[in-house]
């Protein structure tokens, strides 16, 4: 389907969720982070992911605050790949940007790289912006909601806790979907993120669906209205807690 006129049929369930939701006019910075295990090979390859990530695209872009969206893959290590998502590129976007790793499955270094380009992006959070007087960005400090697709738990759990805590003492909240490929997906570490103890403020939420959700079986509706689940809440968090003006 064309993505602009999906983008148009999507605008009226994309307001109706977001006012019930009442998420109102706020903006964020979508990004995405993209498994790119070994186990993901095959959803790469059939091309799956893409359908995906065309399927997810209409909601971020009506809350997106610019329609540039970065994004990540992730592996054993994580990296930023060189274009950001947007409707010039979204259409070809995994055969056309991405290099998957085909590694192993590494939550937290993705989870410190979005926090550590956050730092970067408000400036004067580092040791060298302290010790040479840099100054603080003036741009308007607002959520930053991550996208988070995975096929299966993680091999680092323990640091993935410790960098979950961390990260919610920055206006970052994940969203994390498990992908079901009938290979090797296994989320019962994943599951328990929602509802980890230690953290500033509730910053995750998770919800698994199987490749056939993604790409027959479920409505525009109920997926948007997944993704929009908890965010409204941790946006009012992020306000009671001002990391957010």
């Known amino acids: 389907m064309n993505l602009v006129k999906k983008l148009e049929e999507s605008k009226a369930v994309v ?3 977001a006012k019930g939701a009442k998420l109102g006019s706020q903006r964020a ?22 359908t995906i990530l065309e399927r997810v695209f209409p909601i971020c872009m009506a809350f997106d605050d ?8 992730m592996s054993n290590d994580t990296k930023r790949i060189g274009e950001d998502v947007s409707i010039s590129n979204v259409a070809n ?28 992006s408000i400036g004067g959070t580092g040791l060298i912006s302290k010790l040479f007087g840099a100054k603080t960005s003036d741009k308007p400090k607002i959520p930053v909601y991550v996208v988070f697709i995975t096929d299966g738990n993680c091999g680092d759990p323990g640091e993935t806790t410790r960098a979950m805590i961390e990260a919610a003492n920055y206006p970052i909240f994940f969203q994390f979907i498990g992908l079901s490929t009938g290979y090797s997906s296994t989320f019962e570490f994943l599951k328990t993120i929602d509802t980890m103890i230690g ?33 409204p809440s941790a946006v009012k968090d992020m306000i009671n807690l001002d990391l957010i003006d």
Not at 66 to 73: N, Q, V, W
Not at 200 to 223: G, H, I, P, R, V
């Open 199 to 231: 953290r500033k403020f509730d910053n995750a939420n998770m919800f698994e669906f199987s490749l056939a959700q993604f790409t027959e079986k479920t409505s525009d509706q109920d997926l948007y209205g997944k993704m929009l689940f908890e965010f």
């Open 15 to 17: 307001m109706n969720l």
């Open 29 to 50: 910075e979508v990004q995405f982070i993209i498994d790119t295990s070994g186990s993901m090979s095959g959803a790469f390859a059939n091309g799956n992911v893409q």
């Open 93 to 120: 976007y995994v055969k056309e940007k991405m290099h998957p790793a085909w590694g192993g499955t590494q939550y937290a270094p993705a989870i410190k790289r979005i926090v550590a380009d956050y730092k970067a």
């Open 66 to 73: 610019d329609g540039l969206m970065p994004s990540y893959e």
